[in-house]
């Protein structure tokens, strides 16, 4: 099935409508947290071009990129994890790693200037990579990163704000996101292996190709997909249903276990 809501769309002109935090890639990425890949060493400075080359993607999809200052923490690049931004408030998290909890300081400084903020608090644990929004539905991936009482909690600030949480199993993987995205209003893409597809009912869901089992993770922005390089039949899939792909080099932030959604934090502008 063709997803019309995907053609591609003039860019606003001279109009801020997304704001896009992102942090530059840390000098001690080679410290990162890994869960399911193999230690490689990190090329920084190309790592740091390559992310230079996502966040002009942004810019060119019609982001304003606001970027944090650089922390000496492995994973600080990887912002989407730290918060969730909806239209009506900002959620900041309280990640899994241990290692990662200082990233959070910056970040809701950031956003409270967009934002009211609501925060979960201990025991809870939720990474932003696990939370996969649709419409008025958040996905939440039960991962080795966020745990029920987070989930709680999240559904505790937003259910009164008229979303629902649907918690969802994921097995093998980072997070529920590195299983599954959104690709167009309806469409999902998806490796199966890492989650089932059970609770996405009344989504169009596209696998990813034999072979590209990293390739679930896609941004969704200004009328595009964001889309790594890496994964050209899962590429040519998405672009076969009428997606517009932004191709792009993230080889050095994939040795980290991150992807496309995760080095930023898309912040519609009120
Ligand atoms: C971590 O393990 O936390 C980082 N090395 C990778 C985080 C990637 N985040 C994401 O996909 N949302």
């Not at 089932?196 to 997909?225: K, P, Y």
């Not at 249903?241 to 991150?258: C, D, T, Y």
Request: with cysteine.
């Amino acid at each position: 099935m063709r997803d019309t809501s995907n053609a591609p769309t003039p860019l606003p002109k001279g109009k801020l409508l997304l704001i896009a935090l992102t942090r530059e890639v840390s000098s001690t990425i080679d410290r990162c947290e890994l869960t399911h890949v193999a230690r490689e060493p990190i090329d920084l400075p190309l790592a740091r071009r390559q992310h230079r080359a996502y966040e002009a993607c942004l810019e060119a999809r019609g982001c304003t990129i606001e970027r944090l200052e650089e922390l000496d923490l492995p994973d600080a690049v990887f912002v989407e994890d730290t918060a969730l931004v909806l239209g009506e408030l900002a959620i900041i998290t309280r990640p899994g790693a241990l290692s990662r909890r200082a990233e959070t300081p910056t970040v809701a400084a950031a956003l409270a200037l967009h934002r009211r903020l609501g925060r979960i608090e201990p025991p809870g644990t939720l990474d932003g990579g696990d939370v996969l929004a649709v419409d008025r539905t958040l996905y939440v991936g039960r991962s080795g990163r966020s745990n029920d009482d987070g989930i709680d909690q999240l559904r505790a600030l937003v259910e009164p704000l008229g979303y629902r949480v649907r918690p969802v199993e994921v097995r093998g993987c980072l997070h529920l996101k590195s299983a599954v995205t959104q690709v167009g209003d309806r469409s999902l893409l998806i490796h199966r292996a890492w989650t089932d597809g059970r609770g996405f009912e009344g989504l169009d869901l596209i696998d990813v190709a034999a072979g590209e089992e990293a390739g679930a993770n896609a941004l969704r922005i200004g009328g595009a997909v964001l889309y790594p390089s890496a994964f050209p039949r899962t590429r040519q899939r998405l672009a076969d249903r009428g997606f517009q792909i932004v191709p792009v080099e993230i080889s050095e932030l994939a040795k980290a276990e991150g992807g496309v959604t995760c080095c930023s934090l898309i912040v519609p502008a009120r």
